[in-house]
Each structure stands twice: as structure tokens, then as C-alpha cells.
């Protein structure tokens, strides 16, 4: 299971493509076995700009509505996009800064971890995270139905270290993985293999000939928050009227 | 809303350890335990017990572990005020003072220990320290500064040896503690300000703002200390002591309100709408409105002008306006952490996963909602009364080393 270090995986989630449907939200519970409440990948309802991905909650107005799928903006001129959002899995981040005994770590591809046997659950990293997409095991990890679903096993890097596990220990933190387990054995996040319009784009940003390089360096994929420079390894592609290119 | 041992030690009890004292500390004893059982509960369930969720992640406990560190601040100030600064009218409150500022950085550390999903693996913090985490940097130095208030004590309550020795030391002590205490309150700031995912906790004016609050609210706690011990201990200290402590606490009490009016200012003028979103939810009108009421009219207002307006000593004035004070400062810390998180930077529907499931509600909350339980009311009802403990039982202690002087 070892990790190649010459890889930079990076993903593009394209805004133009995305439907709305949940199908990665739902399959990223499944196949990490997140527990009920869980949600590591959620679909934000947000309105497509010029930087669609980085200033829809800089609006003093509140936002549309509590509930997903509300357009923004004063009818007639209503506008809507989707912005799926889990870790963004940053060069610069500031869960790995607060972390006080190094849980929370890199991975030389790139990939954000968190170690199961490490976390003291403070919860600093939550309180750092400007994406909000860490979730922490509050009680009794509860299913519906009661039996483990997805991977199905627990995952150790090549140091060893515990980052994912289907039993969740309680009092810990966790989030998005990359399907760390998936892409060490030369598969793709499970998010990107299930979305059902090709939205996601997920591959090497060292290789200057991936789709992701292509997408990131000529198509203009911007990063979420990017003014914060947190530098994340996902980018989106902002909606149609708006691209640059 | 915590309440204060003293204001509490009114009702009934008294300091020396009569039948008052052990009721007094007999009741503290099992309000402590009655906490002890709260958390060995949270411990089996975990923090679902709690009302914080993904969302709202840190609630009373860190907001009770701000205050608490910041209430360790008076101790040193008054020891070192003396030596430093040359107020002399503050010595008779130095013992007292260090005996809090050990007694207060104690408990608050003790206070981390309940908001840790994994108490158990608490030793961590000592074996694989990240030195970029600014809790890292807090946790260091509430121990030297814990270890440092013991020391000084311990020079200030020793009898033999050479006197002027031991004056020398103290002195040189009391020009280390000012910085560490400056130091202390630093840190604990920049926990929360060096956070630029919230906007509200990312200011420079924080720690500035957090060394003020915390010689406000230490100074507070001293003062009602002594005015308990005047009433049940027949200590008296003399008027010009009491002149100083009311200067003092008028004084940062307006120095402390005109930082959290600037920074109110700097964010209302310019209108960030990410600025804007916690501050809103605060000021008249919002939903955590009572908070600013708490800070600026019961613990701001109220107490400033029971401190600067009769004329002459009127302890049960004064020990309003600290008791006040205590208030004000402790709805402060709740302003802080939990306002600041109250709405995340990415403020969209459905908003952040909860991390419980209730049948029939969303799993989602798009901005932040925070009700405390009965275990973490417990748990600090438990922790202030562990502190009380402290305080009386070293009050004691100093007392019975020092029964020939005027003051412990």
C-alpha cells in the first residue's frame, strides 16, 4: 500500500456540469460508512459569478433559504449554482497549523489525514477550517440499516498511521480522505466515480499532460476561498457565462 | 450563567473553618463532585451530551477556560504592581493575589480536560507536541506561569533565612511575572486570533483586549476576595488599598469597553459582510443580543458608575459593581467564542453536517445554534466551585502562616 511521493493529486469540480443531486454526498457516506449526521461532502446552493466558488457568502443579505435548491437574487432576476464542498485538502492548512499533537497531517500527494489514534478531540482544526467540512464523533456512531457499508476496512498509510476506519471511535475528528485507500491502489475518489454528469475531474497535478493540469492551468479553475491562500488541491471551474476562457 | 462563590458566601457561611466553614466547604466539595459524576457520564456517552455540534464546536467550556486564565491575571498584577509601578497600596493584596493567580490558571487548565473528546489521551499534548499550534504555545506557558505563582508564594510565606534576600527575590520575581502574565493572556488571544477562518476572533486587538479583560476580571476577583474575607475573617486593609483597587478597576473597565467599541466600530463602518455576519447576531436586534447587554449595561455601565460615582469606600458597592464586572467580562468570553461561530465564512444552505441525527430534523444548520446541557452547566458549576475551594482553603493556609501579621 505504499503511496507514490512524485504524485500531486488534485481534483476540479466543474460548476457548469454539476446537477445538484447529491449522488457524490450519498456515495461518499456510503462508501466511508458515515455514521447518521454525518456528512463530509455536502452541495452547497450558491449563485454562479465571476468567482462563483469565492464570494457567494459575501452577501449581507442571508442567504435564500435554509433549504438546498432555493435560487439567490430578486425574482426575475434569479440565479442558482451548486458548489459541492468537502476538504479541500490545502498545501497551507490551517487544521495541520492548530493541530496540537500533528493528528491532522499531509501526505506528500497532497492528501489531508487524520489519525484516528492521534486526535485528542480538541477541536481546533474545526475551529480553523474556513470550509467547515470537519465532523467530529460527538456520541455512539448510529446506522440505518445497522450493518457496515462501503470500504469496509480500516486504512494505515505506509507509516502506519490509522486514517480511516468503519468503527468510529468516539471523540475524534474526521473529514474527507481523498479515498486514500482507493487512489494507492490506482482508483479514483468514489466521489468521481459515481457522479453521474462527469463534474469532478480527479488526477496528477504534476503531470502536465492530466486533465486536472489542463483544467487548473489553461481553463481557469479557481480555488474556494483562494484569497485566504490556504492553496487547496480542488479547484472549480466557475459556470458557463462566466468562464474566462 | 456562572455564578460567583462570593456573591454566593454571602448567604451563609463563614471563612474560618467553624461549622460555617465546613458547611461552606462541604457544599463547594459536592458541588465539585456532583461535576466529577457529570463528566465520568459525558466520558461513557461522549460529547452528544453536550449542546455543541459541528457547527458551534467549542461552547462554554473553552469560553470558561478563556475566563478562567483571564482571572489568574490579578494575582500577578497586584504582586508586581507593588515592585514595578511603585504602588505600594497594593501590597497588602499580593499574597491573596498570587494564592488566585495559582489557584485560577489551575482550574482553567483543568477546564481543557472536559472539552477533549479523548481525555484519555490528554498526555499527548507532551509527547508529540505541534509547535505551530498556538495551544501548544498556551499550554506551555500556563504551566510556567503556574509554576512561577507557586514560587512566588512559596518566597512570600517563607519566615526564615535572610530577609532581604528573600526582598530581592521577590522583587526580581515581580519583574518576570508582569510579561509572563502579559505572555499568558497573549496567547490564550491569539488561540482565537490568529483564526482567519473567523472573522470575528481575527483581529489584532485581541490580545491587547485579552490582557485588559483579564487584569479587569482578576482585579475583580481579588477585590471580591477581600471584601469576603473583611466580612468573615475580620481582615481589615487599609482605605488607601481599597482607593487604588475601585482606580483600577474603573480604569481598565473603560480601557477594556473602548477596545471592544473599536473593534465593534472597525467592523460596522466598513460593512464586510463576513465581518458583519457574527457581530450582527450580537448587537441589539440579534439573536445573542443579550450577551451585548450583559457586556455593556450589567457588566459595563452599571458597575462603572458604581465605581466612579460615590464618594468614599462603600464595600457592598464595590463588591457589586466586581461581582458585575465578573459578569460582564464572562459574557465577553461567551461573545467571543461562541459568536464566532455562530455563521462559518461559507454561509450557504443546507449549511454544516450536524455530527448527531435527530428522526424528522435536518442534519444540516446553516447558522450556528448552541443550548448548553445540564453536564456542561455542571461541569463549570463544578470547576468555579473547585476554585472557591482553592481560594478558601489557601486563605486559610496563609492565614494560619501569618497569624502575627495584619494582613495574610
Excluded at chain 1, 434569479?78 to 458548489?83: D, F, I
Excluded at chain 2, 473583611?230 to 481598565?252: G, I, M
Excluded at chain 2, 461567551?334 to 459568536?339: D, Q, S
Aim: aromatic share 12%.
Amino acid at each position: 500500500m505504499a503511496q507514490d511521493a512524485s504524485h500531486n493529486w488534485g481534483m476540479v469540480i466543474d460548476q457548469e456540469r454539476c446537477i445538484g443531486c447529491w449522488t457524490c454526498a450519498v456515495g461518499c457516506k456510503v462508501i466511508n460508512n458515515e455514521p447518521l449526521g454525518f456528512w463530509w461532502n455536502r452541495i452547497l446552493t450558491t449563485a454562479p459569478n465571476e468567482f462563483s466558488a469565492t464570494s457567494s457568502a459575501d452577501t449581507i443579505t442571508p442567504p435564500a433559504s435554509d433549504a438546498i435548491d432555493v435560487p439567490h437574487g430578486t425574482f426575475p432576476k434569479l440565479e442558482m449554482a451548486y458548489m459541492p464542498t468537502a476538504c479541500q485538502h490545502c498545501d497551507d492548512a490551517p487544521c495541520v497549523k492548530v493541530c496540537p499533537v500533528g493528528a491532522t497531517f499531509q501526505r506528500d500527494d497532497g492528501a489531508i489525514l487524520v489519525d484516528f489514534e492521534r486526535c485528542i478531540g480538541c477541536r481546533y482544526c474545526m475551529a480553523a477550517c474556513p470550509y467547515g467540512v470537519r465532523v467530529f464523533d460527538w456520541g455512539e456512531a448510529e446506522h440505518v440499516p445497522d450493518f457496515t457499508v462501503g470500504y469496509g476496512r480500516d486504512y494505515r498509510t505506509a507509516d502506519g498511521r490509522l486514517v480511516f476506519t468503519p468503527d468510529r471511535p468516539i471523540g475524534v475528528v474526521e473529514k474527507c480522505t481523498l479515498c486514500v485507500e482507493r487512489i494507492d491502489v490506482g482508483e479514483q475518489p468514489f466521489c468521481v466515480d459515481v457522479c453521474p454528469t462527469g463534474a469532478r475531474v480527479f488526477g496528477d497535478l504534476n503531470d502536465a499532460s492530466s486533465e486536472v493540469s489542463t483544467l487548473v492551468h489553461e481553463d481557469g479553475a479557481t480555488q474556494l476561498l483562494g484569497e485566504l491562500g490556504t492553496d487547496p488541491h480542488v479547484f472549480y471551474l466557475p459556470t458557463e457565462p462566466n468562464r474566462s476562457a | 450563567m456562572a455564578t460567583y462563590p462570593q456573591s454566593a458566601s454571602a448567604a451563609a457561611p463563614r471563612f474560618h473553618l467553624g461549622r460555617t466553614g465546613i458547611l461552606w466547604v462541604g457544599a463547594l466539595a459536592l458541588i465539585a463532585l456532583w461535576a466529577f459524576a457529570a463528566w465520568i457520564y459525558q466520558l461513557a456517552n461522549g460529547l452528544v451530551v453536550t449542546g455543541m455540534r459541528d457547527e458551534v464546536s467549542w461552547g462554554l467550556y473553552i469560553s470558561t477556560f478563556a475566563f478562567f486564565v483571564g482571572l489568574s491575571a490579578g494575582g500577578l498584577i497586584m504582586a508586581s504592581a507593588a515592585e514595578v509601578f511603585g504602588a505600594r497600596s497594593l501590597k497588602p493584596l499580593a499574597r491573596i493575589g498570587v494564592l488566585s493567580a495559582a489557584a485560577c490558571v489551575l482550574v482553567a487548565a483543568i477546564t481543557i480536560i472536559p472539552d477533549l473528546g479523548k481525555a484519555q489521551r490528554v498526555w499527548e499534548l507532551f509527547v508529540y507536541p505541534n509547535w505551530t499550534s498556538p495551544l501548544i504555545w498556551d499550554i506551555i506557558i500556563i504551566t510556567v506561569y503556574f509554576c512561577f505563582a507557586v514560587v512566588d508564594l512559596a518566597l512570600m510565606t517563607r519566615r526564615n533565612g535572610d530577609p532581604s534576600a528573600r526582598q530581592r527575590w521577590l522583587r526580581v520575581m515581580a519583574y518576570v511575572g508582569l510579561p509572563a502574565a502579559v505572555l499568558l493572556h497573549s496567547i490564550t488571544a491569539w488561540i482565537f486570533g490568529l483564526q482567519f477562518a473567523r472573522p470575528f476572533w481575527n483581529t489584532a486587538l485581541l490580545a491587547p483586549l485579552f490582557v485588559t479583560s483579564a487584569i479587569l476580571s482578576g482585579t475583580a476577583l481579588i477585590a471580591l476576595a477581600a471584601l469576603a474575607a473583611e466580612r468573615f475573617d475580620k481582615l481589615t486593609l487599609p482605605l488607601q488599598t481599597w482607593v487604588t483597587v475601585r482606580k483600577l478597576l474603573a480604569t481598565t473597565l473603560a480601557i477594556d469597553l473602548f477596545l471592544v467599541a473599536a473593534d465593534y466600530i472597525t467592523i460596522v463602518w466598513g460593512n464586510v459582510p463576513r465581518d458583519r455576519a457574527a457581530l450582527d447576531m450580537i448587537l441589539p436586534g440579534g439573536n445573542w443580543q443579550w450577551l451585548f447587554w450583559l457586556e455593556w449595561l450589567v457588566g459595563g455601565l452599571v458597575p462603572f458608575l458604581l465605581l466612579v460615582v460615590p464618594r468614599g469606600h462603600r464595600p457592598r458597592l464595590l463588591g457589586l459593581a466586581a461581582a458585575l464586572i465578573l459578569v460582564g467580562v464572562y459574557a465577553f468570553r461567551i461573545e467571543l467564542v461562541v459568536g464566532g461561530m455562530l455563521k462559518p465564512i461559507l454561509w450557504l444552505a443546507p449549511g454544516v453536517s450536524l455530527g448527531s441525527y435527530q428522526l424528522g430534523a435536518s442534519p444540516f444548520q446553516q447558522t450556528g445554534v448552541y443550548h448548553p446541557t445540564w453536564v456542561e452547566y455542571s461541569i463549570i458549576a463544578g470547576l468555579i466551585a473547585f476554585l472557591a475551594l482553592l481560594l478558601t482553603l489557601g486563605y486559610r493556609w496563609l492565614k494560619s502562616l501569618s497569624q502575627t501579621e495584619a494582613t495574610p
